[in-house]
């Protein structure tokens, strides 16, 4: 287990970014988390690479790149430019995705793979050994602020049981309608990694919020 809280700058102020990622360097937050969208494999447009190079820019934490677009392989190289330590692509969107995995480990990036919520986790058991990261979303991609789907637990005690059996070392990050009121929960499931958009931003101290998020991993881990 890993414990790795992701606090998603989707929900920044985006008039404001440099202040949210100052902000996000002096907090306890281990990874940025970024959520690339194209409209076309989700339903909205959130930006692309001057504002991944942008956050970078002032980022003092690693860009953990959530990628949710149509036929990736086109622009690995360009996230590995501007800044992406995790590369993270869904299995739903790659026609190729043992190539695709492979590409982004040779730019020298870590690799992950989402499943869509529809999307079982015994389609990644012949890919396990290859990703360093499975990222399970909790809600349909596309928007921050939505509900969580209580599905995801089952999700992640499978994926963790197919690790097990496989010998697969991989970080299991979990992403959308993350809060300190699930989070415990879903790092006793067996999660790693949590993203979490809205209910940082929204807070009224960002900074303690996440606070809160890594003091429930220590209980977790003493659990
Ligand atoms: O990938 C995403 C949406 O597709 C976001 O990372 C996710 O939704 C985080 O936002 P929130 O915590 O507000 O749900
Ligand atoms: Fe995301």
Same mark, same amino acid.
């Given at each position: 287990m890993k414990h790795i809280i992701a606090p998603s700058v989707l929900s920044a102020d985006f008039a404001n970014l440099q202040d949210d990622v100052e902000m996000l360097n002096e907090s306890s937050a281990d990874w940025l988390h970024v959520d690339v969208m194209d409209g076309v494999f989700v339903p909205n447009i959130? /930006? @692309? /690479?001057?504002? =991944?190079?942008?956050?970078?820019?002032?980022?003092?934490?690693? +860009?953990?790149?959530?990628?949710?677009? =149509?036929?990736?392989?086109r622009y690995l190289e360009d996230f590995k430019k501007v800044g992406a330590k995790i590369l993270t692509v869904h299995y739903e969107a790659c026609t190729?995705?043992?190539r695709t995995i492979a590409k982004i480990k040779e730019? *020298?990036?870590?690799? @992950?793979v989402a499943l869509n919520p529809h999307t079982p986790v015994s389609v990644l058991e012949d &890919?396990?050994?290859?990703?360093? +990261?499975?990222l399970i979303m909790s809600v349909?991609? @596309? /928007? *921050?602020?939505?509900? /969580? &789907?209580?599905?995801?637990?089952?999700k992640i005690k499978a994926l963790r049981e197919l690790c097990a059996k496989r010998n697969a070392e991989v970080i299991i990050e979990v992403d959308g309608g993350v809060n300190k009121h699930n989070a415990l929960a879903l790092l006793k499931a @067996?999660?790693?990694?949590?993203?979490?958009?809205?209910?940082?931003?929204s807070a009224e101290d960002p900074i303690a919020e996440i606070a809160e +998020?890594?003091? +429930?991993?220590?209980?977790? &881990?003493?659990?």
């Open positions: 959130s /930006f @692309g /690479f001057p504002v =991944v190079a942008a956050i970078n820019h002032h980022a003092k934490k690693p +860009l953990d790149v959530h990628l949710m677009i =149509v036929d990736p392989d190729h995705l043992h730019l *020298g990036m870590k690799a @992950g &890919i396990l050994e290859d990703v360093d +990261l499975v349909n991609p @596309g /928007f *921050g602020g939505q509900k /969580f &789907i209580e599905n995801t637990y089952n @067996g999660a790693d990694a949590l993203v979490a958009g809205n209910a940082v931003f +998020l890594k003091k +429930l991993n220590i209980e977790a &881990i003493q659990a």
